[in-house]
Structures are given as C-alpha cells and as structure tokens.
C-alpha cells in the first residue's frame, strides 16, 4: 500500500491543524493505522493509532485529550485533528499502515509508511 500524508503547517501555539493520509494499493481496511512524528535531533514517537475498523484508538500520552485520530475506510483515509497544539508538538509527521490487529506503539511492526507532513507550532 502507498500512503501519502499532508495538511501540516504553520500554526500558534494553541491552534489546530488537521492532518489527512490517503492510502492506496491494497484494501485499507486491511490494516490498522498509526501516526508517529520525528522533531529535530529526537527519535521517531508514536503519537496515535487506530484499528482496521476504526472501533478502537490508542493515544500517546502528550497527545491524549488533544488529539484525535479517525479513518473513513470507504475513502482509503485517515485523519489526525490536532487540537491545541503546543510548540512540543512540532515535528514531521507520518502515517503508517500494519497488518497486525492490535495498535502497535513501536515503529518496526508496521509495514508501509507515507512520506510525513511538517508541523511548526510557534510560541
């Protein structure tokens, strides 16, 4: 599967930002999707994740209460809102697909990965 994010941005300190991946090649509901992010001189984090169905979210606990992933399986999408979002918060983000059925918080399970949007949130 090919995955392409975007909608990353400039953005204030308490602002919003709504992150779209679109998927294509093989069945998207197949795979259970994650968000990870990578800022400057740090390791790539996971950020959130959501079953093939959609049923079932996992957040990192930076993100929790701010962040909101969803998927639309009839579009091949998946989608991070990003809600009062903090300079921390700045970072390239990526999409990324996995066949497993759980939420998986490491990188290295999952299979395919989109080319990442960049994120600047200004104090």
């Known amino acids: 599967v090919q995955l392409q994010a975007f909608g990353g941005g400039l953005v204030q300190a308490g602002g919003s930002l709504r992150l779209s991946c679109v998927a294509s090649?093989?069945?998207?509901?197949?795979?259970?999707m994650g968000w990870f992010r990578q800022a400057p001189g740090k390791e790539r984090e996971f950020v959130a994740g959501i079953s093939r169905s959609g049923m079932r979210t996992y957040y990192a606990d930076s993100v929790k209460g701010r962040f909101t992933i969803a998927r639309d399986n009839a579009k091949n999408m998946v989608y991070l809102q990003m809600n009062n979002l903090r300079p921390e918060d700045t970072a390239l983000y990526s999409c990324?697909?996995?066949?497993?059925?759980?939420?998986?918080?490491?990188?290295?399970?999952?299979?395919?990965w989109g080319q990442g949007t960049l994120v600047t949130v200004s104090s």
């Open positions: 090649g093989r069945t998207f509901s197949d795979y259970t």
């Open positions: 990324a697909a996995d066949l497993n059925l759980s939420i998986m918080t490491r990188s290295d399970p999952y299979d395919y």
